[in-house]
């Protein structure tokens, strides 16, 4: 089966790139349009495996997605593409319309078109997952259930609201055109290349640098942690054996507060990098304005991918976050090039405008 992994220059994609190696045989190619948030140091790890293949471009391009999927005879797409930056949609909605609901619709269109012209027994192996978010569900009151599957869709931020959009086109591409597709909803990831936008990358570096760590509002906000390597794990296992047109809600059965959160990396740090005056990084620690209509509170039951499909975390909060810090620390390389933008630089070399 050879896959395309859609935005797998990304956070998430490019550990499920790595994952895939070195666990199938089958060939991959990472469409990607390397926006800021699209590194391919992510992936130079596997930049010489004959099995990978990489092209720069937007999910929304039919004719280069179409060309594509009919020369590297692709049975699977998987499509992590997306803008996924809340803070980001707040200041400007328009690149997360642009890309999470027209470019998926387009995405859409391609898949379509190739697997009309596919034979039966081909179209009846292909498969569309489509991943996505736990924030479509909206805010959960500290004493609600943990999101299942069967909860209504209630996004607040341009971003959650541009993933809803699209799993909705998804579904429908399903319901109306027969295509094979798979949904995720997962809980917020943590782990190797997460660029330094998102919460758990952004305290441990400010830290290092000896900057502030800022906690919005209060830090009384609830996220469900789960290390990225065991959202891969998930995904590969409902691409396996996932019943079609159907959604699994993927999460950590890790509830933690902002506050414990930046607590816990302050006191990792501590061990494993002392500040020279001896003091905590916890003294860094800044409380700012808040999030306009920040969630309260996100928590996934994942019951069903548990139940149908045998999946369970390999890894808890604390080994999780644990080998978090020390990715950072024995990658200053990486960290190098990505806060000082010369990745960038590099990728403007390599593919120009
Ligand atoms: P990311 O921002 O790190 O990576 C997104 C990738 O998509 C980048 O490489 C970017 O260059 C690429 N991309 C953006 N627009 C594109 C386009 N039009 N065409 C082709 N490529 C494009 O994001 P991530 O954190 O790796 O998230 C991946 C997916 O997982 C997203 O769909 C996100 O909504 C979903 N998700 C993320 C989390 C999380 O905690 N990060 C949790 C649940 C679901
Ligand atoms: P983030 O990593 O942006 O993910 P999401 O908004 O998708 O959950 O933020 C995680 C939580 O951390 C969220 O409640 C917002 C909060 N946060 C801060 O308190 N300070 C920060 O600098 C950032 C980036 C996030």
Redesign the pocket.
Known sequence: MSLLVTGGAGFIGSNFVHGWLASSQAPVAVLDKLTYAGNPANLAAVQTDARFTFIKGDIGDRSLVEKILIDCKIRAVVNFAAES???RSIHGPADFIETNVVGTFNLLESVRAYWGRLDEASKQKFRFLHVSTD?VYGSLGPEDPQFSEENQYQPNSPYSASKAASDHLVRAYHHTYGIPVLTTNCS?NYGPFHFP???IP?VILNALAGKAL???GD?S?V?DWLYVTDHCSAIRRVLESGRLGETYNIGGWNEKT?LQVVQTLCSILDELRPRSDGLSYSTQITFVKD?PG?DQRYAIDATKIHQELGWKPAETFETGIRQTVQWYLDHPDWVAGVTSGSYRDWIQTQYGQ
């Open positions: 930056h809340v803070d924030e917020n936008e998102k919460l952004l800022p906690i919005y830090g906000n996220r902002n999030r920040h």
